[in-house]
């Protein structure tokens, strides 16, 4: 008999009527002949209304408290829902987190999956009832049984990885819009459904902001090729469907620790483009690679690092064949961007940086775990690899180095992280590989996503040679802060005979304090300069595997933002995704102009219920 595990979020069973709803919805389930494993949130915002309670008592609460607290929540819903179930004259049963044995580590807030016991769901299916589970709450294996927390969100993560423990045949994650959309309704109702959607590209749509799935889930998903289907509570609609490559055989134990990166991919055959000192205005970069797309050249990584006085750097690479006219693009452009600031004494520069390779670290396994970075830079470190251009995704780490040094860090890299057989020489890139029968297909991008829960942290004058990446976000690791959109200025400045260069990164608003009152500590002790923190900021990015080998993508973003006069103050990609920084107050600005520009629009708006 077909195994389902459906799970339902906070609005789905925010009331009698829908927990009554959701029960008609279980019994229909079961009556097509499936067995059925139902997994819950707290009913609609009582999650957050027991945030709110405990910060009245405290500005600080305990986490071991907050953990007994939050996973109250769940425990409510999954009664009722069993309730509403046996009303129906359906058999059901329902289970906290450590009935079931969803056995976690020790760290409450956040814990991570190690293990599901299947054995007493198993028992209990044989027996023809519906399990109903707490989503969002484990358990320690520690001689003390702790209850745990997975994180805000975390019943998406529950319900996968059930799903993948229990073998089930898919799981059906039930919520309040019809599906996966172009972007946040709330925000752009003209937001699109989209059919299906690769996991690559959700991992990084739901690590950037769009709160539809718990990036977690997805990695889960992805690792152990559980079909997931994202659905509406209040239609029978399809859905949208997020499709996992065929994942290597993977065990269940460690379910959620194990193996971070599963790959490392390197490129030897590229070159880096820099323009110094470009003006810090509005239409800069959509000038700049707006020609550059006219001329059809592919580029690959795109960095533009925070501005030093009133200009910026803007660094992106391309493959070595095409360098010649990315190079002549450029140099046709400095003298007219130069002009736009025509007080200025300094000129923009273009360098060029032939005989480079790109090495990258990939798997889902490093969403939120900041170690993984920091141990590639130290990887790189102590084989004495200097590391020119850093790019971040969710699911890969690229370093930017010099050629001579490739088979050397790939080597390191290889058995740092305890990759089998040799990776793969990405040159030349991959075809692009977006699901065939997804919505819009005539757009390279999938979806656009906002965050306006992220700041942004710039360490000035950082000395420019190995170790530094490794120690900086190492020290960041150890307090657990995970850090995205790592850039290194371009520039450089020699004080007192060492190169020096600017490190900005983002990081969750609520680690930035701390973050940056550790890091000012680091930086006297090791001679770097002034820790700026900026929290005002937003972070748009557009997703689409349909991307890669595209050229004129970021193009469009960099006109959109222009054409509204938003200034853009980093800039950072990877293969799928590009993001920009932008100042908090135009963040939803942004969005809907980059959502319009890639036509992702529909004719009708998508009503979200209260
Ligand atoms: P649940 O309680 O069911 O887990 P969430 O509130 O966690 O629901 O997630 C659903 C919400 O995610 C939607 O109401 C929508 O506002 C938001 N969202 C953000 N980005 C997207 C997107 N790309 N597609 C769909 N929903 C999105
Ligand atoms: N109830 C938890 C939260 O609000 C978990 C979840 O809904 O996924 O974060
Ligand atoms: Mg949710």
């Known amino acids: 008999m077909p195994l389902i595990v459906q799970k339902y979020g906070g609005t789905s069973v925010g009331s009698v009527e829908r927990i009554q709803a959701v029960a008609q919805r279980v019994c229909k389930t079961v009556k097509a002949g499936n067995s059925v494993v139902v997994v819950v949130s707290a009913m609609g915002k009582t999650t957050d209304g027991l945030v709110k309670l405990a910060y009245e008592i405290s500005t600080n609460p305990n986490s071991r408290e907050m953990d007994m607290l939050l996973s109250t929540g769940e425990q409510v819903t999954i009664a009722l829902v069993s309730m509403a179930l046996q009303e129906l004259g359906q058999p059901a049963i329902s289970l906290t987190g450590a009935q079931v044995g969803i056995v976690t580590e020790a760290a409450h807030t956040r814990a991570r999956i190690l293990h599901i016991e299947t054995e007493r769901v198993k028992r209990h299916l044989n027996q023809n009832k519906v399990i109903v589970v707490a989503g969002f709450q484990g358990i320690t294996r520690t001689e003390e049984l702790e209850i745990t927390t997975l994180g805000r969100g975390g019943s998406d993560t529950s319900a996968v990885a059930l799903a993948a423990a229990l073998r089930a045949d898919f799981c059906e994650i039930y919520t309040d819009v019809p599906g996966i959309l172009t972007t946040d309704p709330r925000l752009v109702p003209e937001a699109q459904l989209i059919d299906e959607i690769t996991s690559d590209e959700m991992l990084e749509l739901a690590s950037l902001g769009a709160k539809v799935l718990h990036p977690r889930a997805v990695e889960i998903a992805r690792n152990y090729g559980v079909p997931l289907v994202v659905r509406s509570s209040w239609t029978d609609d399809p859905g949208t469907w997020v499709i996992s490559p065929t994942p290597r055989p993977r065990s269940l134990v460690n379910l959620e620790i194990a193996r971070p990166v599963d790959d490392v991919e390197f490129d030897t055959d590229q070159a880096k483009v820099s323009m110094l000192r470009v003006p810090d205005k509005p239409g ?140 793969a020489d990405k040159s030349p890139p991959s075809s692009p590989s977006s699901p065939s029968s997804a919505s819009s297909p005539s757009s390279p991008v999938r979806g656009v996503a906002l965050d306006m829960n992220q700041a942004r942290l710039a360490i000035r004058q950082v000395p ?124 939803v600005k942004a969005l809907q102009a980059i959502h319009t520009a890639f036509g992702l629009a529909g004719s009708h708006s998508i009503q979200v219920p209260a």
Request: net charge negative; with cysteine.
């Open 284 to 423: 800069v970069a959509a000038r700049l690679f707006g020609e550059i797309a006219t001329q059809d050249v592919d580029v690959d990584l795109i960095i533009q690092s925070i501005h030093e006085g009133n200009t910026n750097d803007i660094a992106f690479t391309v493959r070595a064949p095409i360098l010649k006219r990315a190079e002549a693009v450029a140099a046709a452009i400095a003298p007219v961007l130069r002009s736009h600031k025509a007080a200025e004494t300094e000129e923009a520069e273009v360098m060029i940086q032939q005989n480079v390779a790109k090495v990258s670290i990939a798997g889902a396994g490093m969403i939120g775990r900041p170690g993984v970075a920091a141990k590639m830079f130290a990887t790189l470190a102590e084989a004495g690899v200097n590391i020119k251009m850093i790019s971040t995704s969710e699911v890969k780490v690229s370093c930017v180095i010099d050629n001579a040094d490739c088979d050397r860090a790939v080597a390191a890299l290889h058995t740092a992280f305890e990759v089998g057989e040799v990776g």
């Open 464 to 587: 420019d040679r190995p170790g530094t990446a490794a120690k900086l976000f190492g020290l960041l690791a150890e307090h657990n802060i995970s850090v995205d959109m790592i850039i290194q200025s371009q520039r450089c400045h020699v004080i007192n005979g060492v190169p020096r260069r600017d490190i900005a990164f983002t990081v969750a608003r609520m680690d930035a304090q701390a973050a940056q009152q550790m890091l000012q500590q680091a930086a006297a002790e090791y001679g770097w300069g002034e820790v700026v923190l900026n929290s005002a900021i937003a972070k748009v990015s557009v997703v689409g595997a349909g991307m890669v080998g595209q050229p004129g993508i970021a193009a469009t973003m960099f006109e959109a933002l222009a054409h509204h006069q938003i200034n853009i103050q980093m800039i950072a990609t990877s293969e799928i995704k590009i993001s920009c920084v932008v100042a908090q107050e135009e963040g």
